[in-house]
């Protein structure tokens, strides 16, 4: 080990304020002393081993801390968690102090050994790998709260709401620099390595999968424009081929991007899944043995878990179901109402047609959010032990109500009431809409929602402060709430943390950031794209115009996704991915069934009847369904012969493995010559 390698080891400087954690107001100071006090303690101690800082206390606002660490720390957790970073040789290695030379050059590049993401990455390891011990059974100042062994205290705090936000602060200069790159440009392929440096491997890879299926609608968009004009021309032919063209797109997209994923993965180092995964910090059980670790942890039967999921969960997943599908039914209904009542002087009567589809689409938005949280409510109830399973099974739930909110009113067209233009006008609707919608929802509503209750808040008190009698009930309030405060400043005193002064700029950082909302998550994303994936594919036979909207969508989807991250939520985690999770199959099963749609609707469609109308129906329904099976074969063979790992992936990784080996080798006969030329003890 060299000097400037000792020297970093045995660095005490503190990094920047790298995560907030906000206390609610009447959190018991046993509980904020304990919390503070494992926060602080070394690792050796069953701490984190973290520097805590604290702002000037506001009962009225709660107790907020900056939570830092120093560079030697740093080491450590990236050596603890086997860290994966790129060599200077482009290999990518585990991280360790011993061989950092491997990574850089001089002392002068230590600080910038860790990116932005790796950072508050390990510090929020540090910080959730916080554990119960065998002797801290329940939460001080709160004994009702259990805690078992290995159970993480901050996800127990969080879920019993005595820790109310937790979120990483923004690096404000790398930022800026990213948003230079990232949502302030057009046509500029986007930043994915700065954004995983900031972001994380999660964000990185739902942007690089926009990105990615925004290119692959570029031929679909021409192709569609091309049908269009054909279709103005009052030519239709060529419509089958488009449609064929369509759905096999759509398989090379989806094997193609499994490639695509693997090599990020690998170059991200998270292709080697990890071999055991601790358990939720909502997961319910009793308190065993884990078989595995040795750690006492709850134990919840997993056969009792699927009989939640297939006894319970499923039919009510169903009874949603029929509850979407007979709004839909309504919406048809309605519809058909306003046809009846069609008289030749109603001059809005055109416009009247698209009510019914446009409140259909606004009640779909509603019902996707309620079900989005009553999904979440109802997997929590199924009791599943670990967080991918979790992940899973909610988006398996979500899948299958949007598949019917959003689709199901297009098959009930297409194929019920055989009506093309209806169903062309349908798609259009529910297409614009939503995808305005969505816009509207995630970018400019949080801005709005903010800046408009700060100012009619501002509004409100300013007028009720005139008010003599209000100044008296506020004045009573606010002494009942001194008086049944837990926290006095002695309490605070007693804690013995550096404080920041309210002029610091990491105070005023971390006031302006704790009233953004909190990212949600990539899964609304992800289920965007799912929808606007189904509109594209199922029915490309009635409206080519769906890729050409899709693509637009996109381009400004890349640059408002990027602009909402940047600007308006919160600074996500940094979340290590392997690929998108069960969002893989869903697209599968929709470029299956994209196949049996577009067939049908060729089969359906009357123009092209009337081209071979000497052909029996019979005849006529053999060959499109000798087309759809072949279609579907190609689609198999499509993924035999597409490789989900590309071939550089496979000799980086052999070329890894035969590195290990070479060095254990070595080692082994190292110690072996060692043993060897040691004098025997007679």
Wanted: aromatic share 14%; glycine share 4%.
């Amino acid at each position: 080990m060299v000097p400037w390698e000792l020297e970093l080891l045995n660095n005490t400087i503190p990094t920047e304020s790298l995560y907030i954690v906000e206390f609610a107001p009447d959190v018991a100071y046993e509980t904020l002393e304990w919390i503070v006090q494992k926060f602080r303690q070394r690792v050796l101690d069953n701490g984190a081993e973290l520097i805590v800082k604290m702002e000037p206390y506001d009962p009225s606002k709660g107790f907020r801390i900056h939570l830092s660490c120093t560079m030697a720390c740093l080491v450590k957790l990236a050596e603890s968690v086997r860290l994966k970073k790129i060599s200077k040789k482009g290999q990518l290695r585990e991280f360790s102090l011993i061989e950092i030379d491997e990574f850089i050059d001089s002392p002068e590049e230590v600080h910038g050994v860790f990116t932005s993401a790796e950072k508050q990455g390990l510090l929020r390891y540090a910080l959730y790998n916080l554990r119960a011990t065998p002797h801290e059974r329940f939460l001080p100042g709160y004994p009702n709260i259990r805690l078992y062994h290995g159970q993480s205290i901050v996800e127990k705090c969080y879920s019993k709401g005595i820790i109310v936000q937790i979120y990483p602060l923004h690096d404000l200069p790398n930022l800026k620099q990213l948003g230079k790159k990232w949502y302030k440009t057009i046509l500029e392929p986007q930043p994915l390595d700065e954004v995983r440096a900031y972001f994380g491997q999660g964000l990185a890879m739902y942007f690089s999968f926009l990105g990615f299926y925004t290119s692959y609608l570029i031929l679909p968009a021409l192709f569609g424009c091309f049908q269009l004009l054909l279709w103005l021309l009052n030519f239709e032919d060529g419509i089958e081929l488009f449609c064929i063209f369509n759905v096999l797109w759509a398989t090379i997209f989806i094997e193609m991007w499994k490639r695509r994923s693997n090599e990020l993965a690998y170059t991200w180092g998270t292709l080697t899944p990890a071999p055991y995964d601790d358990p939720r910090a909502n997961y319910r059980g009793k308190l065993l043995a884990d078989p595995v670790t040795g750690q006492i942890q709850p134990y919840y039967p997993r056969w009792k878990t699927l009989i939640k999921v297939y006894c319970g969960s499923l039919p009510v997943v169903f009874l949603c179901l029929l509850v979407a599908f007979y709004i839909m039914l309504w919406s048809f209904w309605s519809e058909e109402w306003l046809l009846a009542k069609q008289k030749e002087e109603w001059p809005i009567y055109e416009l009247a047609l698209y009510i019914p589809g446009i409140v259909y689409t606004l009640i779909i938005v509603i019902m996707n959010r309620f079900y989005r949280i009553f999904a979440t409510r109802l997997t929590e109830w199924e009791n599943h032990r670990t967080e991918s399973q979790f992940e899973r099974n909610r988006v398996v739930k979500l899948v299958l109500f949007e598949f019917v909110n959003n689709f199901m009113s297009l098959f009930y067209i297409a194929f019920y009431l055989q009506n093309m233009e209806m169903l062309r006008m349908q798609i259009a609707t529910m297409l614009i809409v939503l995808q305005f919608l969505n816009h509207f929802e995630e970018a400019l509503l949080p801005i709005a929602l903010r800046y408009g209750s700060e100012k009619v808040e501002e509004l409100l008190v300013n007028y009720l402060a005139k008010k003599k009698r209000y100044r008296r009930f506020l004045e009573a309030r606010l002494k009942r709430e001194d008086a049944e405060n837990r926290l006095t400043a002695e309490d605070i005193r007693n804690l013995k943390t550096d404080e920041i002064s309210s002029d610091n700029p990491a105070y005023r950082q971390a006031v302006d950031e704790g009233l953004l909302e909190s990212y949600y998550g990539t899964i609304e994303d992800y289920l965007e794209l799912f929808i606007q994936f189904g509109y594209v594919f199922l029915f490309s036979a009635v409206y080519p115009m769906a890729g050409i909207l899709a693509l637009l969508n996109n381009l400004l989807e890349i640059r408002a996704d990027a602009f909402k991250m940047c600007k308006v939520f919160q600074r996500p985690p940094s979340m290590k991915v392997r690929h998108i999770g069960a969002w893989q199959p869903a697209l599968q099963f929709l470029g299956a069934l994209s196949v049996l749609t577009n067939c049908g609707l060729l089969y359906l469609s009357p123009s092209l009847r009337s081209s071979f109308s000497d052909w029996s129906e019979t005849s006529w329904l053999l060959l499109w369904a000798g087309v759809e099976h072949l279609i579907l074969a190609l689609q198999l063979v499509l993924a035999m012969v597409i490789p989900n790992v590309p071939l550089w992936v496979r000799q980086s990784m052999a070329r890894s493995e035969h590195e290990i080996r070479r060095k254990l080798e070595e080692r082994v006969h190292s110690d072996l010559e060692k043993r060897l030329s040691k004098p025997c003890d007679i």
